[in-house]
């Protein structure tokens, strides 16, 4: 399964929101009816963080400006008012089918 | 506190081997499936390889026949036994634990480089 994440480079104002698209090339619902769909922060030099499990679900301690949605094969992950801190690069994977795929990664940055 | 720990990680000549470790803490091993994935210098992720629950592995075809995960519940240790290895498998390569459901990565090691020249 291919993970397509658009944009790949995303300049934001501090306080202004981001989002994230994420499409895969097949559906991401497994036979036991969950979508595997998680959503990932790498800050530079850090090894990367689970923010997002299951399309919509915060992790343990993930502030709650992060919030992911969708379905099938559409997905967005959204930062409400970004923070110096949410510099990094944030990446879709999908663990419905082998092989776990990633999307490319899209570059958060500050304008 | 889940701690995963990788080491092993080391510079080796194409065509030479390499095990890598990741010692596991904080949780039951023996009932989590466990992972590989690795990343390239400046590129994204890519996984590697999976033993699940029962001791099950699969590998990603670019390292199939080459790689093998295993596991030593007594230790609490995963582990990735690199034959054959190219310039290509140069990377850092993390340890990822999976829920208790599957299906998602929730606890990421802090990597450890190999360099394949």
């Known amino acids: 399964i291919v993970m397509t994440q658009t944009p790949l480079s995303s300049p934001v104002t501090l306080g202004q929101p981001a989002s994230i698209s994420c499409r895969s090339s097949?559906?991401?619902?497994?036979?036991?009816?969950?979508?595997?769909l998680s959503w990932l922060q790498q800050r530079p030099g850090q090894p990367p963080r689970l923010l997002i499990y299951q399309i919509s679900n915060r992790f343990s301690g993930v502030p709650d400006r992060f919030s992911g949605s969708g379905a099938g094969t559409d997905f967005t992950l959204k930062i409400s008012r970004v923070e110096a801190e949410d510099v990094g690069v944030y990446y879709c994977?999908?663990?419905?089918?082998?092989?776990?795929?990633f999307g490319q990664g899209t570059k958060l940055e500050i304008k | 506190e889940v701690q995963l720990l990788e080491s092993g990680g080391d510079l080796v000549q194409p065509g030479g081997s390499l095990r890598l470790s990741c010692a596991a803490s904080?949780?039951?091993?023996?009932?989590?499936?466990m992972n590989w994935v690795r990343q390239a210098p400046g590129k994204g992720l890519e996984w590697v390889s999976v033993i699940d629950k029962l001791g099950g592995a699969r590998h990603a075809e670019v390292v199939k026949g080459r790689f093998t995960i295993s596991r030593d519940i007594s230790k609490s240790t995963l582990y990735l036994q690199m034959n054959s290895l190219r310039a290509e498998d140069s990377a850092v390569y993390y340890c990822?634990?999976?829920?208790?459901?599957?299906?998602?990565?929730?606890?990421w090691g802090q990597g450890i480089l190999v360099t394949v020249s």
């Open positions: 994977t999908q663990a419905s089918q082998f092989p776990y795929t």
């Open positions: 097949q559906s991401l619902v497994h036979s036991d009816g969950n979508t595997y």
């Open positions: 990822a634990k999976e829920t208790a459901n599957g299906g998602t990565l929730d606890y």
């Open positions: 904080g949780f039951t091993f023996s009932d989590y499936a």
